[in-house]
Antibody, heavy 121, light 106 residues
């Protein structure tokens, strides 16, 4: 069974940092692109960043470029999101999601349960 | 970036109704369009990928159609468990989601 379990969320002051983790199991993690998707309270979904299987390619939404860094450790079957210079508008539930690039449409076929990040003084 | 719009932010329907949700892309995205269902407090769930392919395990009352810029998600006979918010998402360019359409009880 595919499982994605996020951790690391919490309350942080504006300008602060936080590192999110996503532990993967039930599939060959090193074979998949992985993404972070966030959802502000009461709002829609926003893709944040993704990373290629070997970590050689990384892409970000414009609003987090230069502040967030996505990374992975295939040996530990883990995905990470280092978030620096956090702003109030980064407050959201952050989901880890698997990209199924072998399928047409390249959908997010599995999602974690999410971890809440709150940026507030 | 490619912008995704959904014509209705919400709609009210009854159990057994046929429900259609539309999504439009700001430029042609071929069939790089996916649909997700999200219930309160839960992660999104993939329903349809590549505009019209049904994800494994998803009931056949869900179907998708369209290509280019205009897409439709149809629920043929709405069931109580289908009251939720539905998002389209394009994967042709930088990944973006539509704003969502909430289906609630009439």
């Amino acid at each position: 069974e595919v499982q994605l379990v996020e951790s690391g969320g919490g309350l942080v002051q504006p300008g602060g940092s936080l590192r999110l983790s996503c532990a993967a199991s039930g599939f060959s993690f090193s074979n998949y692109w992985m993404s972070w998707v966030r959802q502000a309270p009461g709002k829609g979904l926003e893709w944040v960043a993704n990373i290629k299987q070997d970590g050689s390619e990384k892409y970000y939404v414009d609003s987090v470029k230069g502040r967030f860094t996505i990374s992975r450790d295939n040996a530990k079957k883990s995905l990470y999101l280092q978030m620096n210079s956090l702003r109030a508008e980064d407050t959201a539930v952050y989901y880890c999601a698997r990209e199924e690039r072998a399928a047409e449409g390249m959908p997010f076929d599995y999602w974690g349960q999410g971890t809440l990040v709150t940026v507030s003084s | 970036d490619i912008q995704m719009t959904q014509s209705r932010s919400s709609l009210s329907a009854s159990v057994g109704d046929r429900v259609t949700i539309t999504c439009r892309a700001s430029q042609s995205i071929s069939n790089y369009l996916n649909w997700y269902q999200q219930k309160p407090g839960q992660a999104p769930k993939l329903l349809i990928y590549a505009a019209s392919s049904l994800q494994s395990g998803v009931p056949s009352r869900f179907s998708g159609s369209g290509s280019g810029t205009d897409f439709t998600l149809t629920i043929s006979s709405l069931q109580p468990e289908d009251f939720a918010t539905y998002y389209c998402q394009q994967s042709y360019g930088t990944l973006t989601f539509g704003p969502g359409t909430k289906v609630d009880i009439k």
